[in-house]
């Protein structure tokens, strides 16, 4: 069971990212605390380049299955209109929301993954992106949810910076 506070360690971890240098640290801080918060078991991020309607992969906790650099098109899809355009954070719960939501959706229920959270990166009120974390359970509880967006706040630099 994660431990499902943000304690002093957590936030050590975040203001140690924030003052690395290295690329994309708030994310790697953010999959990591997330991890032990929420207990998620996948973590991705996303560029979002608004011309094209697409979402390019900048972050994947499995390379294997979700290599960086990775796209998607999202141009008519509800869930680029939802998350994308009126940037809202989009809840999926259980397989049929995975295979409505998703065209990889062979992919994400073959890792065991049956709920997601998509947070849109938000700067200047533009939409730079979005974090992504999924779960083994068919439901996601409100305090992932509210985890999700608060880590979604956090890595919003990352995007700005590469």
Do not use: Q
Request: glycine share 8%; hydrophobic share 50%; charged share 20%.
């Amino acid at each position: 069971m994660p431990d499902a506070s943000l304690d002093a360690a957590g936030l050590a971890a975040f203001a140690a990212a924030a003052r690395n240098a290295r690329p994309l640290a708030l994310l790697h801080a953010a999959d990591a605390v997330g991890r032990r918060v929420m207990g998620h078991r996948l973590c991705t991020a996303m560029r979002f380049d608004a011309a094209a309607m697409t979402v390019r992969r900048l972050y994947s906790s499995d390379n294997a299955a979700y290599p960086v650099g990775g796209a998607k098109p999202k141009r008519d899809t509800e869930w680029g209109r939802h998350v994308l355009l009126r940037r809202e954070v989009f809840v999926g719960e259980g397989a049929e929301a995975i295979t409505v939501y998703f065209d990889d959706h062979a992919v994400i229920l073959g890792l065991g993954l049956r709920s997601i959270v998509n947070v849109p990166i938000l700067h200047g009120g533009a939409c730079l992106g979005t974090m992504n974390f999924l779960w083994a359970e068919d439901w996601v509880a409100p305090e992932r949810r509210a985890m999700a967006e608060l880590l979604g706040l956090l890595v919003a630099p990352d995007w700005v910076a590469v």
